[in-house]
């Protein structure tokens, strides 16, 4: 039988190889040989006719579809969409454990002469080179080893030729894509479970005899008839603080039955949860009311329909999901919620366990390969009906989906930025409602632009909650003009004394305090105060960012690291200043300028990536600030998203201007964004009243004064957004325009600019469908070595809805790109629905 089999290569349509198998079907994995490589690949056809040069696959992975067909279609569209290949999109849709990969390695056979890489180098310097580099090694290289050393994108056509002359050999090994785990599990034989008298015999006999084992006998019985399926062994010891043996008696005595299940991780919120309650018992607001019943009626009509749900913060948004889901549930369905990533989700996760029980299976990142294949089996086989993920969530095996929520949904972290396929998860939740006809609810304290254009369309329908539940009350926003402070004296570092002096009140008072500031380590930058050097990424034209902790200056872009200078290597003086505060500066100033004030020394942890790098450290901190033990919770935009916690009420905002003055068309509108969650998580009790403080030099600024009446002042809010969706409009920005950026890299600077000319001039600057603008630098013009031109193009949604002309367009232009002027040494991007220009 002939298969066509989708690879995760650019600009690659799906392939046809011959399999030996006759029950291979849609979906399942296989591996194939590609010219001198092994990989893995997808079907996604079957009985094909025969094509020339036809190859046989080298192994089938699955016996049965890993990927599903609504995740076959979708995926599709996606590709279609975005421009990419169809198996980079499946790519992006399976986890990683499921992808075996091909690994290519180099040995040395002859050692050469000076003289003979002299001759070598007259005729082929670059091989030369390459040859050189493998000779001062022992043992094997990996081909991206050797890419990374010459800096360059490929040396296949060098090894090739190193190859044929027999100075190297190259050799592939395939590694095997982790198993779903399995583990030993125990349930009642069927003896006892259809004969009473002998279950009670059993225990009378165990509970004289062997107290233990009728505790293991009793336990595994309440908890098969709760769940319905065999309890592993595991969870019996650890539950009981018993040994194994006592569970082996039992089986060898004939009243367990031994099994062998998928391997159930015991989940964090086991240990702890971060839910304050279970809100099956919640009264509903009225609000909240109409809003579940809007959401109801259209789950009970089958049929694909979108709702913004625009509550502001402390609304009750997450109750309303929950009684939408409980009604998908009741109709023997199954439901998909999206969160824009792993910080938001353990407590959501945990509010939902804590009213769902073990019907919510989590997929997020930090898992392990072996760890999300075993959870991607269980959903598609139906075990758990709620899942709740991150953006590739939108790609979990669910069939008989009746709602898909989107929280959050104006979050950027939706929108993946590399590798392709560069898709938006919102959009692609949108998309995948309308393939099984379910309803799509975005949920938002703060919609974003494309989805109140949505509404105004008429493409959506919008649900309202205005007022805080519980009788909460909003926060009192305060602006503190930093200019004035600095004058006046009245800052030490970067933050100002009123600031200060609210954080000491609130350690006072034992409620919690937040911190905001978007930028981790502890200064953006060093510099040499005599001669002005600043200390640079080798990579990346960036300047490198202080971690006082780790004693080092990093790369936040590509993770080069260096030792922290104790003088300047231009210069030699010693005389270095930091520049620019981080969450590390924060956390120490907070600490020693709350301890002057108040006697003691506040407790003060952070919420950043280098805090919680560690796995299950980022629980840990949020479980410890819930119960009291952190005073001051300092964070990048981890602490701004959905935290929930009642003790929180006063929130600092270090230095709103970083958010503000970003050379990006959306700066506006993700300040008002940012700062209005930030307000949110003050105050979420009615027995505290919540405060913010937003340190600024720009008070005046249409976005500040937006977010500091936004929720209390709708109108205010509304008069904002219309501002601002008119000025979008008069430049042909989103949401009237659909906006595409085209990257040129290249490790050499003039090669990336000249390429970039070349496929600017293979676009038409207009048309009545789109601007084409000309290729330029961007701010940061180098990044891991590559230098960067972009190329925007602004595509008009009146005149060209679904991008459908726009995508011709730039196919053509591709397609002649490649076939005459493409080089190894440039890489080319594409990105569909780009969020910001550089």
Not at 471 to 481: F, K
Request: a neutral charge; hydrophobic letters at 40%; aromatic letters at 4%.
């Amino acid at each position: 039988m002939n298969i066509r089999v989708a690879l995760p290569l650019p600009r690659l349509e799906p392939l046809t190889y011959r399999s030996t198998s006759d029950t291979i079907q849609r979906g399942c994995r296989v591996l194939v040989p590609l010219g001198t490589r092994v990989l893995t690949g997808m079907v996604v056809d079957t009985d094909v006719p025969d094509v020339p040069n036809m190859r046989d696959i080298s192994e089938v992975l699955d016996d049965q579809p890993s990927c599903t067909e609504h995740v076959l279609l979708l995926t599709r569209r996606i590709a279609e969409y975005y421009l990419c290949s169809w198996g980079e999109a499946l790519q992006a849709a399976m986890p990683s454990g499921f992808r075996a990969t091909s690994i290519v390695r180099v040995v040395m056979l002859m050692i050469p002469t000076e003289e003979q890489l002299a001759t070598i180098a007259a005729r082929a310097p670059r091989r030369a080179e390459l040859l050189r580099v493998i000779s001062s090694h022992h043992g094997e290289l990996t081909v991206s080893y050797l890419q990374r050393k010459l800096k360059s994108t490929t040396v296949a056509d060098q090894l090739d030729a190193l190859q044929r002359d027999g100075w190297v050999d190259v050799q592939q090994d395939t590694t095997s894509a982790p198993t779903a785990r399995t583990q030993k599990a125990v349930s009642v034989h069927p003896d006892l479970l259809s004969n009473e008298a002998a279950l009670r015999a059993a225990f009378d006999t165990l509970d004289a005899r062997a107290p233990k084992q009728s505790l293991a006998l009793g336990h595994v019985y309440l908890e098969q008839q709760r769940s319905g399926v065999a309890v592993p062994v595991q969870h019996c010891t650890s539950t009981l603080s018993i040994s194994s043996s006592a569970i082996s008696s039992l089986i060898e005595r004939g009243y367990l039955v031994a099994s062998t299940v998928a391997y159930r991780r015991v989940d964090e919120h086991a240990i702890g949860s971060l839910s304050e309650r279970d809100e099956r018992d919640v009264q509903l607001t009225d609000e909240q009311e109409m809003c579940v019943s809007a959401i109801l009626r259209a789950i009970d009509d089958a049929a694909f329909k979108a709702m913004v749900l625009h509550g502001v913060t402390g609304s009750g948004k997450t109750v309303v999901y929950q009684r939408a889901i409980a009604h998908v549930l009741e109709r023997g369905q199954r439901a998909l919620l999206l969160v824009p990533e792993i910080a938001l989700t353990p407590q959501l996760a945990d509010r939902f366990r804590t009213v769902f029980g073990d019907k919510v299976a989590v997929l997020h990142s930090r898992l392990a390969p072996g760890e999300r294949v075993t959870l991607w089996k269980r959903i598609q086989n139906g075990e758990v009906p709620i899942v709740i993920g991150a953006r590739s969530a939108v790609f979990a095996p669910l069939d008989n989906i009746g709602l898909i929520i989107v929280d959050e949904e104006h979050e950027p972290s939706y929108k993946q930025d590399d590798p392709a396929p560069r898709y938006n998860g919102r959009d692609a939740a949108l998309l995948r409602g309308q393939l099984t006809r379910c309803t799509v609810v975005l949920g938002s304290a703060t919609p974003s632009l494309e989805s109140l254009a949505m509404v105004v369309s008429g493409r959506a329908n919008l649900c309202t909650l205005s007022h805080r539940a519980d009788h909460a009350v909003l926060p009192t926003v305060h602006v503190v003009d930093m200019r004035l402070e600095r004058k006046a004296q009245r800052v030490d570092g970067a933050m100002s004394y009123k600031a200060l002096d609210a954080i000491a009140d609130r350690v006072q008072r034992g409620e919690g305090t937040l911190v905001f500031l978007n930028r981790r380590g502890y200064a953006a930058s060093m510099q040499c105060e005599d001669c002005g050097d600043v200390p640079m990424c080798t990579n990346c034209d960036v300047a490198l960012t202080y971690h006082k902790h780790a004693a080092q200056l990093k790369c936040h872009y590509c993770g080069y690291a260096e030792p922290s200078r104790t003088a300047c290597y231009v210069c030699g003086s010693v005389d270095l200043v930091e520049s620019g505060s981080g969450t590390q500066q924060i956390e120490e100033l907070v600490r020693t300028s709350v301890e002057q004030r108040i006697g003691r020394t506040p407790r003060v942890d952070r919420l950043d990536a280098d805090r919680t790098s560690r796995k299950g450290e980022h629980r840990a901190i949020l479980e410890r600030f819930q119960r009291g033990e952190i005073d001051v919770l300092i964070g990048t935009q981890m602490i701004a998203k959905g935290l929930d916690i009642a003790r929180v009420s006063l929130v600092i905002v270090v230095n709103a201007d970083q958010l503000l003055h970003r050379p990006d068309f959306r700066a506006t509108e993700r300040t008002v964004q940012m700062l209005t969650q930030l307000a949110g998580r003050a105050g979420r009790s009615a027995s505290s009243h919540g405060e913010m403080y937003i340190q600024t030099s720009s008070p005046d600024h249409p976005a500040i004064e937006a977010a500091v009446l936004g929720e209390r002042s709708p109108e205010a809010l509304r008069a904002w957004e219309q501002t601002e969706m008119s000025l979008r409009r008069d430049t042909s920005y989103p949401p009237y325009s659909r906006f595409v950026r085209l990257e040129v890299g290249s490790l050499d600077e003039s090669r990336a600019s000249e390429h970039a000319k070349i496929l600017a001039a293979l676009i038409p600057p207009s048309s009545p469908i789109h601007v084409r603008l000309d290729p330029t630098t961007p701010p940061i013009a180098r990044i891991r070595n590559m230098y960067r031109n972009v190329i925007i193009i602004k595509n008009d949604k009146a005149a060209d809805p679904a991008g459908t002309e726009l995508r011709s367009v730039l196919r053509g232009a591709l397609d002649v790109y490649y076939r005459e002027y493409a080089s190894s040494h440039v890489h080319v991007t594409v990105d569909i629905d780009a969020h910001g220009t550089f």
